[in-house]
């Protein structure tokens, strides 16, 4: 009867990420064990056993860990990396701190920048066989509800700037993520998309609403957690302002696993690159290349403003805000830098917020009406 039983997997949240690793376990058989999304006691577990100066993503995501083995899981698995961002050591550190902590659960890494092959091996670990066709499948199954999760997060930002009734976006956004993580398959996967379409379109909206036009960067762990950065996104909504990011999920799927044949398009590192030369002309870990682009991209789009979110103690990130004073000299976009850690007060962290977006509506009113006083001008 035990030789039968299913795996546990546990992994850290970090946004929607669960559901995309939830359906890979389920097609090869095993069972994701998906424990209680961040919350301040995970981040009292973490911070308890974790260095005082590490930074926030990886006090979470140990909690994330102590919480999943609590709670029966089999196995933790993590992310790791190569280069000069200090999550290629976490991986060693949170493991060690599970095991002086007395815990038994299995700990397995998948390498980061190993691709399609790293994705395949670490299945392999988890589920203790090789099967090229199954796991060719959960590998599909997972990418492709990776790019419907990020299209329906761009939906409900559009939504959440637009609506009538203050909640009813995120009412419609949770009944769509149940709809997605009901098929396992790309053809329930293909009438699940329509159904999710149809789901947020019954969202009351003004669509003559005036919305300001954000772009958010910084660590990709920060900018896709809703627990790490104080649910930004919601707040922004709130206000009437329509988010943007180019540091998901999807980007990283891009960059890192997806084959060159696949891909279309010009990925975010590579726009980081060509972007970013003036002012960084070489990646320095973490996404601070990626981050120093970001800001010529949304002076580019047109965007109203970028807020730029990093964890405290981030080196690669404290390089980008350095920069940045640069970049004011040659962009006319406002910046907003947010240092999250697990001391940032939330009145405090709101009122910034508040005063950067009424900064951009006077901005934005005062070109409008420069605009219009230009254009009166020429016709006289």
């Given at each position: 009867?035990?030789?039968?039983?299913?795996?546990?997997?546990?992994?850290?949240h970090m946004?929607?990420?669960?559901?995309?690793?939830?359906?890979?376990?389920?097609?090869?058989?095993?069972?994701?064990?998906?424990?209680?999304?961040?919350?301040k006691?995970?981040?009292?577990?973490?911070?308890?056993?974790?260095?005082?100066?590490?930074?926030?993503?990886?006090?979470?995501?140990?909690?994330?860990?102590?919480e999943a083995?609590?709670?029966?899981?089999?196995?933790v698995?993590?992310?790791t990396?190569?280069?000069?961002?200090?999550?290629?050591?976490?991986?060693?550190?949170?493991?060690?701190?599970?095991?002086?902590?007395?815990?038994e659960?299995?700990?397995?890494?998948?390498?980061?920048?190993?691709?399609?092959?790293?994705?395949?091996?670490f299945?392999?670990k988890?589920?203790g066989?090789?099967?090229?066709?199954?796991?060719?499948?959960?590998?599909i199954v997972?990418?492709?509800?990776?790019?419907?999760?990020?299209?329906?997060e761009t939906?409900?930002s559009?939504?959440?700037?637009?609506?009538?009734?203050?909640?009813?976006?995120?009412?419609?956004y949770?009944?769509?993520?149940?709809?997605?993580?009901k098929?396992?398959?790309?053809?329930?996967?293909k009438?699940?998309?329509?159904?999710?379409?149809?789901?947020?379109?019954?969202?009351?909206?003004?669509?003559?609403?005036?919305?300001?036009?954000?772009?958010?960067?910084?660590?990709?762990?920060?900018?896709n957690?809703?627990?790490?950065?104080?649910?930004?996104?919601?707040?922004?909504?709130?206000m009437?302002?329509?988010?943007?990011r180019?540091?998901?999920?999807?980007?990283?799927?891009?960059?890192?696993?997806?084959?060159?044949?696949?891909r279309?398009?010009?990925?975010?590192?590579?726009?980081?690159?060509?972007?970013?030369?003036?002012?960084?002309?070489?990646d320095?870990?973490?996404?601070?290349?990626?981050?120093?682009?970001?800001?010529?991209?949304?002076?580019?789009?047109?965007?109203?403003?970028?807020?730029?979110?990093?964890?405290?103690t981030?080196?690669?990130?404290?390089?980008?805000?350095?920069?940045?004073?640069a970049m004011?000299?040659?962009?006319?976009l406002?910046?907003?830098?947010?240092?999250?850690?697990?001391?940032?007060?939330?009145?405090g962290?709101?009122?910034?917020?508040?005063?950067?977006?009424?900064?951009?509506?006077?901005?934005?009113r005062?070109?409008?009406?420069?605009?219009?006083?230009?254009?009166?001008?020429?016709?006289?």
């Amino acid at each position: 009867m035990e030789e039968n039983k299913k795996k546990k997997v546990s992994f850290p949240h970090m946004g929607t990420i669960s559901y995309a690793w939830s359906a890979a376990l389920r097609i090869i058989g095993c069972e994701p064990y998906v424990e209680p999304y961040t919350s301040k006691k995970t981040l009292s577990l973490g911070t308890k056993h974790s260095p005082e100066a590490i930074c926030i993503p990886y006090k979470l995501i140990l909690g994330n860990f102590i919480e999943a083995i609590e709670g029966g899981t089999d196995y933790v698995c993590m992310i790791t990396s190569p280069g000069c961002c200090r999550l290629g050591e976490y991986g060693k550190c949170i493991e060690n701190a599970l095991r002086d902590l007395g815990y038994e659960a299995k700990y397995i890494e998948m390498q980061l920048y190993d691709g399609i092959k790293g994705m395949y091996d670490f299945l392999k670990k988890v589920s203790g066989t090789n099967n090229l066709l199954l796991f060719s499948r959960a590998i599909i199954v997972a990418i492709t509800k990776a790019f419907m999760l990020d299209s329906l997060e761009t939906k409900l930002s559009y939504y959440r700037a637009r609506e009538i009734h203050f909640g009813d976006s995120e009412k419609h956004y949770k009944k769509a993520l149940e709809i997605i993580d009901k098929h396992d398959t790309l053809l329930g996967l293909k009438k699940a998309s329509k159904l999710v379409d149809e789901e947020m379109k019954k969202v009351e909206i003004d669509p003559e609403r005036n919305v300001l036009h954000v772009d958010i960067t910084g660590e990709i762990y920060v900018v896709n957690d809703e627990f790490s950065n104080q649910n930004i996104e919601r707040e922004l909504g709130r206000m009437g302002v329509q988010v943007r990011r180019s540091l998901t999920l999807t980007s990283f799927l891009k960059d890192a696993i997806i084959p060159k044949i696949f891909r279309k398009g010009e990925t975010h590192l590579q726009r980081a690159f060509r972007l970013a030369k003036p002012y960084l002309m070489r990646d320095i870990g973490g996404d601070s290349l990626e981050c120093v682009s970001d800001v010529v991209y949304a002076d580019q789009k047109g965007a109203d403003g970028i807020i730029h979110l990093s964890p405290f103690t981030c080196m690669p990130e404290i390089m980008s805000q350095n920069i940045f004073p640069a970049m004011r000299e040659d962009t006319d976009l406002p910046i907003l830098a947010l240092i999250m850690d697990e001391q940032t007060g939330r009145a405090g962290y709101i009122t910034r917020i508040e005063a950067f977006v009424d900064l951009m509506r006077r901005r934005k009113r005062k070109n409008l009406s420069d605009n219009t006083a230009k254009k009166q001008n020429v016709e006289v």
